[in-house]
């Protein structure tokens, strides 16, 4: 398993492209992985044959792991297989012995259960639900019965185990009034991907490690949604559009080279700050949250952006990102506006020391002039490292950005 990302500490084969027996050739595509944050492919780093598929599609491994063996037609092989087969679990390792040994009785239920091929999660969960193990066909390596295979079977309705009966315990009717349960299984474990394994790491070397303090700010945001109607209408012929997000994104950038102590990364020792601007725009996928990154956009005209992005956060969902694409950023925003959430605080994506979370714009009551009047407003909260941005700076920074969003021409100034 190669490290496919600066980040990735295991990987998840998704597919593989060839087949045990295949031949195969330096450098072709023989797998495609899940990494933490896409599906990236796997190439041979020799010539030979596919001898040996040791994880098969769907399974993970950690970096480094061998996860199929490319060799000679007569190559020995049986090491690599015999490392992947691993010992097999204590129920199963018993069962066997009590056969072999001639110890093992074939009368009752609970020696007939224990000869059943099952993971010990199989077991338990079968043991809960009262499902019966022997009336359930596994799909794992060779015909053991594994969790799925058990909630597969709850859901269709397994005959339940009678346990009473199985120890010589008389069943007697009862006359109470009868009890009604759920059915089905009462929680469902599901399995952490690659993205969200890394999500939970890298949160807790942040929100932990990370002194965290946040500014929050209101913009009027009239002037900038009339320039995106305006830039809209010039953009229509060409089949082309913004969003008001793209304008968040150039006016941030162009905030950040006013601030460029707010353009930092923390590195322990040292704090770098970058000449460039590398706006990092938070991606919601099926798994988690990705950022792709926006390069140099304080260079970039908007609609440059906005297709920019559009292209990107496609590719995220498709998990068709390459490394350099999503890292690098300088600074973070996200944006959760468009789910009608008005202000929240975003948690900093270290080595960063800043990201900037964007609400929606809402219509409210503004006094001016000793007038009521309605105007659109949004918030926008910047979250600092402590270590990297002080208040006063932080406070300068953002005061920067509602100007420009205010008044939308100081963006190309």
């Given at each position: 398993?190669?490290?496919?990302s ?5 990987g998840?084969?998704?597919?593989w492209?060839?087949s ?5 050739t ?10 933490d944050k896409?599906?990236m ?18 399974g ?15 190559e ?10 691993g010992?097999?679990d ?7 012995a009590a ?5 093992g ?21 079968a ?21 799925r295979?058990?909630e ?40 952490l ?6 999500i ?8 932990g490690?990370?002194p965290?303090?946040?500014?929050t ?24 559009k913004?969003?008001l ?7 941030t ?8 102590a ?15 601007v ?11 949250l ?7 956009a ?36 996200s944006?959760?506006g ?13 080595p ?34 402590h ?5 006063a ?9 509602k ?5 939308p ?5």
């Open positions: 398993m190669e490290a496919l600066p980040t990735m500490e295991e998840q084969v998704v597919k492209l060839k045990e027996g295949d031949d195969v330096n450098g072709e595509i023989i797998a495609e992985i899940e990494t896409a599906t492919e796997l190439t041979a780093r020799g010539d030979g044959v596919l001898r040996a598929i040791l994880v098969s599609e769907g993970t491994a950690p970096v480094g792991e061998v996860i199929a063996v490319i060799g000679a037609t007569d020995d092989i049986s090491a690599f297989q015999k490392a992947a087969s010992p097999s204590g129920a199963d390792a018993a069962a066997q056969v072999a040994s001639g110890s009785t074939s009368a009752g239920a609970p020696a007939a259960e224990s000869r059943i091929k099952a993971s010990p999660l199989a077991r338990r969960l043991t809960e639900s009262g499902a019966e193990l022997s009336a359930v066909s596994g799909t794992g390596p060779a015909g053991r019965i594994v969790k295979d058990v597969a079977a709850i859901a269709a309705g397994s005959p339940p185990a009678a346990a009473g009966q199985d120890a010589g315990i008389p069943v007697v009717p009862s006359t109470a009034a009868p009890v009604l349960f759920p059915t089905g299984a009462e929680f469902v474990d599901a399995p991907s690659q993205m969200r394994k890394t939970a790491r890298r949160l807790t070397e942040s929100i490690p990370v965290h303090f946040f500014l700010i209101e913009v009027d945001m009239g002037r900038a949604m009339e320039a995106r109607r305006t830039i809209n209408t010039m953009l229509e012929r060409e089949g082309r913004i969003s997000n793209d304008l968040i994104i150039r006016a950038a162009a905030a950040l080279k006013r601030h460029p707010c353009n930092a990364h923390w590195l322990g020792d040292s704090i770098r700050h970058f000449n460039r590398h706006i990092g725009v938070a991606v919601a996928v099926e798994d988690g990705i950022t792709p990154i926006i390069r140099d304080d260079l970039k005209g908007v609609a440059h952006i906005g297709a920019e992005v559009r292209e990107l956060a496609r590719r995220a969902r498709e998990k068709k990102l390459q490394p350099d694409e999503y890292t690098g950023a300088t600074f973070s925003i944006n959760l468009m789910f009608g959430i008005h202000e929240f605080t975003a948690v900093i994506n270290p960063e020391a800043g990201i900037l979370a964007v609400g929606g714009v809402e219509e409210v009551p503004v006094v001016e002039a000793g007038e009521v009047v309605i105007r659109n407003r949004m918030k926008m909260t910047m979250s600092c490292d270590r990297v941005i002080d208040g700076l932080g406070a300068a920074f953002l005061v920067t950005l100007e420009m969003l205010e008044e021409t100081a963006i190309l100034v």
